[in-house]
């Protein structure tokens, strides 16, 4: 039996009903252009997100990107991120025309160790960018109490992480909520995804809110008048009204993440080469991936080639170890947890339509490999 690493078309099957009719709406009245399902879209994940304001954009980039801009950096402005993350995050800091500054991981979770962030502080730190690293919240309560005191913007990439929630003095907080603003992707393998390219920014700061939704549109409130030079980064209308279906499911689906991810724990304890990545108490996981710190990885690869059994390698070569980011001067082993990382994690099938027989296959054939 093959196992895919994702399998869409299960998804599309089940929920093309919902799905289609949706989209037929847009047909019909050919609204194409910020046609009335982003707004409803907008808010709907704002309120998910314990936010005021949704703006929609064209990619989780841009979701990145805009606020980025509006922080208007110089080129010696620095913007603290995590090496061990989708290239988006660090691209975006340099596309705004700021310097991304890495700091190391956690060991446990692989997300954004904040003592370094506080060693990387200087008074040129304009922005933190924590990543909600495959589905689990970075400590937002500790990196707030860094940056606000000292007027540093926390920028959440939540990319991979809608929906997600931690426990802060007893109460819980979701992904979106806390930053100053954060940024979503629904790029059709993530845990919401559109059946095309989109994004969206939340935030509580409704004047931040108002010059991003001017910036996606060429920096003009008023059509032909522009304040400032903004970019076309619209949300698809047909995209968001994919989404607005398939929004009602997604605590289903992540709670089926969550349990595929406990089975696969359970039978994973005692296959010692085979180390899950740690679930801090504190957080409720959203497993976009489930992720394995193992022996012989590359190896462990070819086997479940040959099995027919899909995985992946997230990440394999730490940003500040990308040709494109040399000028920044990382050496070798100066993010030694991020760089030890990159040649032991892999990523196993953790969609929400695996049956119970494909979680079994995908484990028999890992302990057939370490027996
Ligand atoms: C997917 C992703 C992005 C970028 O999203 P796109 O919609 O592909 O542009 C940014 N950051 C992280 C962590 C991601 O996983």
Request: glycine share 8%.
């Amino acid at each position: 039996m093959n196992v895919p690493l994702l399998d869409l078309v299960a998804q599309y099957r089940a929920i093309k009903d919902d799905v289609l009719p949706a989209m037929m709406g847009v047909i019909e009245t050919q609204q194409f252009i910020m046609g009335p399902a982003i707004a409803q879209l907008e808010a709907e994940v704002a309120r998910l997100s314990h936010a005021t304001q949704g703006v929609g954009c064209a990619s989780g980039t841009d979701a990145l990107l805009l606020p980025l801009r509006a922080l208007a950096l110089r080129p010696e402005d620095e913007v603290i991120t995590t090496p061990f993350t989708f290239f988006a995050t660090a691209g975006t800091i340099h596309n705004a025309g700021g310097k991304p500054v890495f700091v190391d991981v956690e060991p446990e979770t692989l997300n954004i160790d904040v003592d370094a962030v506080e060693r990387a502080i200087t008074p040129r730190t304009k922005a933190i960018i924590p990543v909600h690293l495959f589905g689990q919240m970075a400590d937002m309560q500790r990196l707030l109490a860094l940056a606000q005191p000292r007027g540093i913007r926390v920028i959440e990439d939540a990319c991979q992480a809608i929906g997600a929630r931690r426990r802060i003095d007893g109460e819980w907080r979701v992904a979106g909520e806390l930053g100053w603003v954060t940024a979503y992707s629904f790029f059709p393998s993530k845990n919401l995804g559109a059946w095309g390219d989109g994004g969206m920014i939340v935030t509580s700061d409704d004047r931040t809110a108002e010059r991003l939704k001017r910036l996606r549109l060429h920096g003009g409130a008023k059509q032909y008048h522009h304040d400032e030079v903004g970019t076309n980064s619209r949300l698809d209308t047909l995209q968001a009204a994919v989404l607005l279906a398939k929004l009602p499911h997604l605590a289903s689906w992540s709670a089926k993440r969550r349990e595929h991810a406990a089975y696969y724990h359970t039978a994973f304890t005692d296959v010692s080469p085979v180390r899950p990545l740690a679930v801090d108490p504190e957080n409720e996981h959203i497993f976009h991936q489930y992720t394995l710190r193992v022996e012989r990885r590359d190896a462990l690869q070819a086997h479940l080639k040959q099995e027919g059994i899909g995985h992946a390698v997230y990440y394999p070569v730490p940003l500040h170890r990308q040709p494109c980011f040399a000028h920044l001067g990382y050496a070798p082993g100066s993010m030694p947890v991020s760089e030890r990382a990159a040649g032991e994690v892999i990523s196993l099938p953790i969609y929400p339509e695996l049956s119970h027989a494909q979680l079994d296959r995908v484990i028999d054939v890992i302990r057939a490999f370490y027996r």
